[in-house]
């Protein structure tokens, strides 16, 4: 985000504020930026690779890597999070003074609670991009403990669709009426699922912020989910 440009001398008018999200991939750019330009930067970061339980986290990262995110945190003008889970995170990687949450939002004009019949059969959504964070293989074994003690139950997985998916249902001997895949949808239609089901789970190694968990619960939703960001 680029904010309050105006007209100047330079052959490039330089913006008076830089927003920089996801500082791993513009660490480098945003230091430059800042001291050659001496602009303030504000950077909003939304990723859980602070937590060292999350695979491939920033402790697993080179130590150039490192380095300079470290450098940028550091020297940026604000730090914003979107929990403070992630913002607590953030402060110890980069020995920080501070940093500011601002929690993402849900649009309840798309998200907001629709009345369907209460049928004897359920439907339990989960929505994810089906990361390793996700537990995808965890869910599926929930699944199957789930099944072996009621059948009035549907699984509807929505994220990316993979074989091995496919395969793990299989090995674990679930029926698949029980367990139905959708690959990604549009924004619009994760709405519709939601406020046609009636419950949604998340058992996540971690997270910071669960925008879907929100979006549930604006539709009037259950959440079961795991202690994943205390």
């Known amino acids: 985000l680029v ?43 939304h990723w859980g690779i602070y937590d060292g339980n999350v695979s491939q986290n920033i402790y697993q990262q080179s130590f150039i890597k490192k380095y300079f995110l470290r450098s940028f945190l ?63 293989m965890g869910i599926l074994q929930v699944i199957q403990k789930v099944l072996q003690k009621r059948i009035d139950i549907r699984f509807v997985i929505i994220g990316v669709k993979t074989d091995d998916y496919e395969k793990k249902v299989k090995e674990l001997g679930i029926d698949h009426q029980y367990v139905r895949f959708i690959k990604e949808i549009p924004y619009s239609e994760v709405a519709n699922y939601l406020q046609e089901s009636n419950a949604l789970f998340m058992f996540s190694f971690a997270e910071t912020f669960s925008c879907v968990t929100a979006e549930a619960l604006c539709c009037g939703l259950p959440v079961a989910a795991v202690n994943a960001s205390a």
Not at 22 to 33: M, N, T
């Open 74 to 136: 550091r020297s940026a003008d604000k730090i914003i999070s979107v929990s403070h889970y992630l913002g607590k995170g953030m402060k110890k990687f980069a020995k920080l003074h501070s940093y500011q949450v601002i929690n993402n939002v849900v649009d309840t004009s798309l998200f907001n609670y629709k009345y369907h019949p209460n049928d004897y059969v359920k439907t339990v959504l989960h929505i994810s991009d089906m990361d390793v964070v996700k537990n995808p």
């Open 3 to 45: 904010t309050g440009v105006q007209t100047c001398a330079l052959p490039i008018c330089p913006p008076d504020i830089i927003h920089i999200h996801i500082p791993l991939k513009l660490s480098i750019f945003g230091l430059w930026i800042k001291y050659r330009y001496k602009i303030p930067v504000i950077v909003s970061e």
